[in-house]
Structures are given as structure tokens and as C-alpha cells.
């Protein structure tokens, strides 16, 4: 028989906030375990909580980005479940009322185009975590995460396989990223992945029993995990058996999934609106501040560059995989609009991000400024230097307040494009080597490179190597 896969998936985002959800402890992370947990976060007797705005208003920045209805009145709920890093025996959450409500992410795959509809995304509060290496046999309880921020974002049943999935997650990864709503730092748990799969017959309108794939947070086990659990399931179903609803995880390093609980349903969780919490009301105001505050969108932004500014869709992409990375492209591109886009793109691309991965540093810490990489870019673009002379005054730069002119001056890198000074060391080249020129004018043309080393060499690299060329073509091709 064959089976239709059917996946939906519910991403857990931790929202950049200095603060948690519901009290006033911060969230940063790396801090010494339960040093960052107050009496709200413990659960303690006769402690309120009070709802983070911050947090409100990210998640309103994120609804208005997939296009999705924001609720005027959504409310809190209590969800009921004993984990021993959940301290107050239950999870503020929401339920019935999510503030974010039916919206939609685009995104391209191999078979084109498709849009998955995102069913919500609700407000809640993270839990502590257990650390199974603490002692031997015995496991210890870090609070620290008890009360983070966090956006869960459900979707519908849409996607049907690991290509797809990942599509979705890479795309949603660099959104919250760009809407400065959260770090989405897939190694420290801000933003990790809950995948639901079931198989059905082919052509079937009924759907499977699912399996819930728990706590993902990288793209290559997310694949691994989902070809593993399609494995798995087709071999039940197609040996006679059912497939059981429950939660599993996922060993990398087997590559294989296993039970970690059975799956419960929503009734199970016998959520009831929180007491301690009214009911939150979204005003108009708040939407209009939020939709001020969202920058432009990253696909947009890759639309507008491959219009304005004639970068090929793969330019385009490298740029908008860091935020930073991309503001860099604009800012440069502002500070002189006649640079080509394309130049400009290699290069923060290419040795820009080179040099920052080799100083260890960031986009954030660059110490040189987008004005002076412009500059700089444009005595490249104009043919003042050279492409290794430019190099070298990256390289300069990055310790120096100097500027890109003065620094050209003072190593020697000013490139030489005068033709008639070209012109005399190249014939005094050609006439100290007449037998590589004879074979040139016989059709070896791949001597060319031969030549341009020896123009580089004499004029200690200041010769245009493009005019160089050109100049000796012409002298090549005349009559000895």
C-alpha cells in the first residue's frame, strides 16, 4: 500500500525579553542553575503574576508579519500536568483565546511553491529543566528557564515531507530573527520544534494517528527524525499493526526515535481560564506601534535588491541569512548609490564576513564603518586599487581609524592605469621574452596569464591587471 504523510508542527520561540513572562527575574542565558528563579517562577504560595507587555507586543509584531488576525481579548489559561520542572503543577498558557490567529508563511521547495497556514500562536510561559548528569543516578532541577517568555507557533497539517518542514523552519528562523523578537539560538533551546506525523493511506481524506516528535532544535535532526518515524510507522501499519499516539524522542546519535510518554489530549490538560490573570485587551493603538516598530520583511527586502539593484537570487539569500549582515548591504549601498549591488554583495559576502569569522568578532562589533567600506568599495569600483590591494586595507582597517585613501597612499597600493607608463613595461616585458611572445602570436593565448604576472610583478602589483590586458593584447597582436 501506499502512504500520504501528513506533518503540522508546533515551534517554541523564546521571546527577547530582559525579563520573564510573568515576573520581574531575568532571563539571560549561561547564569549559575536557580539563580535566575524568583518566588513567582518557583510557584510559591500567595505570589501573583503580572503579564510582561514586552512580550505582548512581540507577539503582536509576529502576527502582523504572517498576516494573521490579532485577538482583541485573548486570555490566560492554567494547563494542568505534573513534570518535575514545572513547579507550580501547572503551565500558564493559553487555550481557547491565543492572541495570533490563522496566518500564513510562503515557502519554496524543489516543487515550488506552497503556502502553510499557521492555526495560531499563544502566549506562555517556559519551564525549568532537568539535568540528568548532575549526579550520578539522580537528577537536579535548573529553574533558571521556569517563566521565559515563550510564542508557540501551531500550524495546520500541511506539510508532507522533511523538505518541506525544513523549508517552513528555516523561513520562520530568520522572520523571528528579523522582527527582533527573539535570538532563534537553535543551540541554547530559543527555538526548538515539535513535529506531529501520521501516515495515511494514499488518496485518504481520514488522517493517522500521530506521533509527537519532542524537543527538536536542529534542521539535520529534524530530518533525520522525520525519515526515521515515517520508517517506523510504514512498517506498523503495512504489518498489521497501529501506530500508537504518544510523544517520542529523537537519539542522533542512533538516528532512530523512541517513547518518552504517551500523547495526551486537550481535555486531558483541563484547562480553565487563569484566575490571577484578566483577560488581555489588544487596542488599536498597540497595533499601529507594533506595525511601525516591524522592519522590512526579509523576503521583501530580497525582492527589492533583485530589482533595484540587479542581485541574482543566491546573492540575495547569502545577505539575508544574518539581519545585521543585510543592514550592512543597505547602509553601504545609501551611503554611495552608483556602487553596483553586486560588487557590493561579494564583497560583505565574501571577505568582509571572511576577515569578522577570522578576528572571532560580529556584524554587531565590526569596527568599521559602512561609510568607509563604502569608500573603500569605490576605489576598488573606479579601479584606484586593485582587488589584493583592497584585501590589504581591509585587513588595515579593521585596527586602524584611518580611512581607505590615505591608507592606499601610505602602503604604495595606488594602482597604476596610466597607459603610456603601461605601455613601456610592457613592451620591455615582451621584448625580454620573445619566445613566449612568438608563441602568444602563434596562438597560445594561455600565456596571457604569463604576461600579466610578469606586469604585476614589475609595477609591484599597482598595474591595473584588466588594462594590463587590454594593453597587451594590442601589443601582441601588432606586427613585430
Not at 523561513?171 to 528579523?178: A, D
Not at 523512541?258 to 484566575?275: L, N, Q, T, V
Not at 506595525?291 to 540587479?310: F, G
Not at 539575508?320 to 554583495?345: H, M
Request: proline fraction near 5%; aromatic fraction near 6%.
Amino acid at each position: 500500500m501506499t502512504w500520504d504523510t501528513v506533518i503540522g508542527l508546533e515551534v517554541h520561540v523564546q521571546l527577547a525579553t530582559q525579563s520573564k513572562i510573568f515576573s520581574s527575574a531575568p532571563t539571560a542565558y549561561g547564569a549559575a542553575p536557580n539563580s535566575q528563579a524568583c518566588l513567582v517562577d518557583l510557584g510559591y504560595p500567595g505570589v501573583l503574576p503580572v503579564l510582561n507587555k514586552k512580550a505582548l507586543d512581540l507577539a503582536i509584531r509576529f502576527g502582523l508579519a504572517v498576516n494573521a488576525t490579532i485577538d482583541r481579548a485573548s486570555r490566560m489559561a492554567r494547563k494542568n500536568y505534573f513534570y518535575p520542572d514545572l513547579p507550580k503543577g501547572y503551565q500558564i498558557s493559553q487555550s481557547d483565546r491565543p492572541i495570533v490567529n490563522h496566518g500564513t508563511l510562503n515557502i519554496q521547495t524543489t516543487q515550488g511553491n506552497k503556502a502553510i497556514r499557521i492555526l495560531r500562536a499563544h502566549l506562555e510561559e517556559d519551564a525549568g529543566k532537568s539535568n540528568h548528569e548532575f549526579r550520578p543516578g539522580q537528577s537536579g532541577m535548573d529553574f533558571n528557564r521556569a517563566g521565559t517568555p515563550l510564542l508557540e507557533i501551531v500550524t495546520e497539517p500541511d506539510f508532507e515531507n522533511a523538505e518541506e518542514v525544513v523549508a517552513y523552519l528555516k523561513k520562520l528562523h530568520h522572520l523571528v530573527r528579523y522582527l527582533g523578537i527573539s535570538d532563534a539560538n537553535m543551540e541554547e533551546g530559543s527555538f526548538r520544534c515539535d513535529v506531529n506525523i501520521s501516515l495515511k493511506p494514499a488518496g485518504s481524506e481520514t488522517l493517522g494517528i500521530r506521533a509527537e516528535l519532542k524537543n527538536l532544535n536542529s534542521f539535520k535532526f529534524i530530518e533525520g527524525a522525520i525519515a526515521y518515524e515515517i520508517e517506523r510507522q510504514t512498517d506498523i501499519l503495512e504489518g498489521g499493526g497501529k501506530v500508537i499516539q504518544e510523544t517520542r524522542l529523537y537519539d542522533p546519535d542512533r538516528d532512530e526515535t523512541r517513547s518518552m510518554r504517551g500523547k495526551e489530549d486537550a481535555h486531558d490538560y483541563r484547562y480553565f481560564p487563569d484566575p490571577d490573570l484578566l483577560p488581555i485587551v489588544v487596542t488599536d493603538s498597540m497595533i499601529d506601534e507594533q506595525r511601525n516598530a516591524m522592519p522590512e520583511l526579509p523576503w521583501v527586502r530580497s525582492e527589492r535588491w533583485q530589482s533595484e539593484h540587479k542581485l541574482s537570487q543566491d546573492a540575495a539569500d547569502q545577505l539575508i541569512r544574518d539581519p545585521k549582515r543585510a543592514d550592512l548591504f543597505d547602509a553601504i549601498i545609501s551611503t554611495n548609490t552608483s556602487l553596483p549591488g553586486k560588487l557590493v554583495a561579494n564583497w560583505i559576502s565574501g571577505d568582509i564576513q571572511a576577515l569578522i569569522q577570522r578576528k572571532d568578532s560580529s556584524y554587531d562589533a565590526l569596527p568599521i564603518t559602512a561609510k568607509t567600506l563604502a569608500e573603500l568599495l569605490s576605489l576598488l569600483a573606479n579601479d584606484s586599487i586593485s582587488s589584493s590591494g583592497a584585501k590589504t586595507i581591509l585587513e588595515a582597517l579593521w585596527e586602524s581609524e584611518s580611512t581607505p585613501t590615505v591608507l592606499m597612499e601610505e602602503l604604495g597600493l595606488a594602482q597604476l592605469s596610466d597607459d603610456s607608463e603601461l605601455n613601456a613595461i610592457i613592451r620591455g616585458i615582451i621584448d625580454d621574452n620573445p619566445e613566449q611572445s612568438a608563441d602568444f602570436r602563434a596562438g597560445k593565448t594561455k600565456l596571457m596569464a604569463f604576461f600579466v604576472g610578469k606586469v604585476m610583478k614589475a609595477t609591484k602589483g599597482s598595474a591595473n591587471p584588466k588594462r594590463a590586458t587590454e594593453l597587451i593584447t594590442q601589443l601582441l597582436t601588432d606586427k613585430p
